[in-house]
Each structure stands twice: as C-alpha cells, then as structure tokens.
C-alpha cells in the first residue's frame, strides 16, 4: 500500500513489483561506480552537537 501511495502522491507512475526488479537488475557496475564517484568527490562537512570546548579535532 506504500508504494501505491507514494506514486500516487508524487505523480509518478505505478510500476509492478516485476519492474522494480527488473530496473534493479538492469543496474550494472559501471552505474554504481559512476554515480559512487559523483557522490563521494563533494566536498565533506562535519556538523556536531555539544560543548565545543570537548571536542578535538585533527
């Protein structure tokens, strides 16, 4: 019922279950080096919370 929701929520097009898998399967190693590349070539951040005065940093 979920995912019937969500599509019907954002708009987007009701896909069987056979579909999902079938775009899952359809996902090579390439894609995922690919797109593990655009992701972990941003910028890092670090965000905490507590007393500053407790925390080191390199």
């Not at 999902?20 to 670090?46: H, N, Q, Y």
Request: aromatic share 2%; glycine share 6%; hydrophobic share 45%.
């Amino acid at each position: 019922m979920n995912r019937l929701a969500r599509s019907e929520i954002f708009g987007l097009p009701l896909e069987s279950p056979m579909d999902l898998i079938e775009r899952v399967r359809s996902v090579t190693a390439e894609d995922v080096s690919e797109m593990a590349g655009r992701l972990l070539s941003r910028p890092k951040a670090l965000a905490l919370v507590g007393p500053a005065a407790e925390v080191e940093l390199p």
